[in-house]
């Protein structure tokens, strides 16, 4: 039986590592990627990797319903995307108009204003930094890799918030700040009232940025034509 157990937890150590990598991944491609289509994909992967962490630190049920709303949020997102135009504004040529005709009028362009080289210094200096965070400031109540983990969301959030001001692009970066401090605060307060204020947080947040999704979308649209 004590063989069993020692099993039990050397596996759910490595599932808890294997999603802090993920975590990682999903992060940086947070910050790297231009098309709101994988960052949608890279933040529902986020959401089901930080409740593979949470089941491992609390009970299985509320780690389930962090990782049901995420399940939630993401096709709102998507939705509100594809019905506002977005799948079509995302094609390069029409980008490339709508980035001259911003350059015109000297208003901000809606991608990221910053190259590929940039966003990969950030997102490395960023990565330090969260190690430096998490060894230097371990937070309570939760293992050292986990605890990266929370970190690394939360500055990655962060970044992406800095580096543009598109609804599908600074959402995403606002929901994975805030899914950072539910991963560290979570394990400190685990009763069903705050489980529940934190989902309609999370649900409020999605449905302003589905809104503010749709109305850009629908305002590129008119100054495009």
Known sequence: ?????????????????????????????LILVRDWRLTLLALLGQYVLAGVILSQLVLPEIALIKTLIGALICPMLYLAARQSGWGFFSSPEVLGRMLAVGSAAQSAPPVFR???????????LVLVLAVVISQTH??????????????WLILAGLLVLMLTEEPLKAGPGLL?????FELAY?????????V??????????????SYLAAVRGVNTADEDL
Do not use: K, Y
Request: hydrophobic fraction near 65%.
């Open 186 to 194: 979570t394990p400190l307060e685990t009763s069903l009232a705050v």
């Open 176 to 180: 994975t700040v805030i899914t950072g």
């Open 1 to 29: 039986m004590s063989v069993d157990i020692a099993w039990l937890q050397q596996f759910g150590a490595l599932a808890r590592e294997a999603a802090v990598i993920g975590l990682l991944v999903t992060g940086a491609a």
């Open 138 to 151: 371990p937070v309570a109540a939760m293992p050292a890799d986990a605890a990266l983990g929370c970190t």
């Open 114 to 124: 910053v190259g590929l080289a940039f966003r990969l210094l950030a997102a490395t």
């Open 196 to 209: 529940l204020m934190w989902a309609i947080v999370n649900l409020l947040l999605a449905v302003a940025i």
